[in-house]
């Protein structure tokens, strides 16, 4: 079980597998006003910088599961690095369907709604989790401005213009769900840079220690078309940030 490796790759670097700075996942942390205790479920947890950084720095408890063995291991060794493997865990598998044993305070789905077949799926199932009065977390994408053709929905690796929602419209969707939005950390352009330009240094490096490999083409196309694709549309039209949501 694991991710495409096309993205082990690309992201093997990343400590934070969305674009939201550590500054902003500190602020969002800060936002929550967690209590030491805490339990926290992060679905899709990547390499687990969310969950040990709030355990180091409020004193969660939390598990993260996630589909890459890379990820997931890096996450094991963030754990060992600041200090708290006793108070995270972090596991390999598949998150779809997961619901843990013992309800949380929060429970986190940032930036891997597929998980669930989308964002109102995603809820629902994060909900079978969390304790009364907790917080459900959903990271997603959303349009800063509306593409005005198609093309460039596609440029932002969007399907079509559909697929997200303007800020506002997003807002209104979870209360539709039946949620109060209590909290949210929008990720800036810069975050957009740290995520996606991180990204080029790492796969110009594996192509210079991969250059045999079968998916060397594949990271030297992304590699050269990358940098101009995302600043003529990503930095442009795509937003995202992470939403505090309490069922009403």
């Known amino acids: 079980m694991d991710i495409p490796r096309i993205f082990n790759i690309a992201e093997s670097a990343h400590r934070i597998h969305n674009p939201i700075t550590p500054e902003k996942l500190a602020t969002l942390g800060a936002a929550l006003r967690l209590e030491s205790g805490t339990r926290v479920l992060d679905l899709g947890s990547g390499s687990g910088e969310m969950l040990c950084t709030w355990a180091r720095d409020h004193g969660i408890i939390g598990t993260g599961i ?15 690095e600041l200090g708290v493997a006793d108070r995270v865990k972090f596991i390999h598998g598949d998150a779809a369907g997961y619901i843990s044993d013992e309800k949380v305070g929060v429970a986190a ?13 995603t809820i629902d199932l994060l909900a079978q989790s969390l304790c009364t009065g907790g917080v459900i977390l959903i990271g997603e994408p959303f349009w800063r401005q509306l593409p005005p053709t198609e093309e460039v929905a596609k440029g932002c690796l969007a399907n079509s213009i559909a697929d997200f929602l303007i800020l506002p419209e997003l807002l209104a969707s979870f ?3 039946g949620y109060d939005v209590v909290e949210m950390v929008l ?3 810069d975050g957009w840079d740290r995520y996606e330009a991180a990204k080029w240094l790492t796969m110009r490096r594996w192509l210079e220690a991969n250059p045999d490999d079968e998916l060397a083409k594949e990271v030297r196309d992304q590699l050269s078309s990358e940098p101009v694709r995302h600043a003529a549309y ?15």
Not at 66 to 80: G, I, N, P, Y
Request: charged share 20%; with cysteine; hydrophobic share 45%.
């Open 66 to 80: 996630d589909m890459s063995q890379l990820f997931s291991e890096q996450a094991k060794h963030r754990a060992v």
């Open 175 to 177: 209360g539709r769900l």
């Open 187 to 189: 990720a800036d352009q």
């Open 109 to 121: 789905c940032v930036g891997a709604t597929w998980i669930a077949g989308g964002v109102a799926s």
């Open 234 to 248: 990503t930095r442009e039209y795509l937003g995202w940030g992470v939403f505090a949501l309490m069922p009403r």
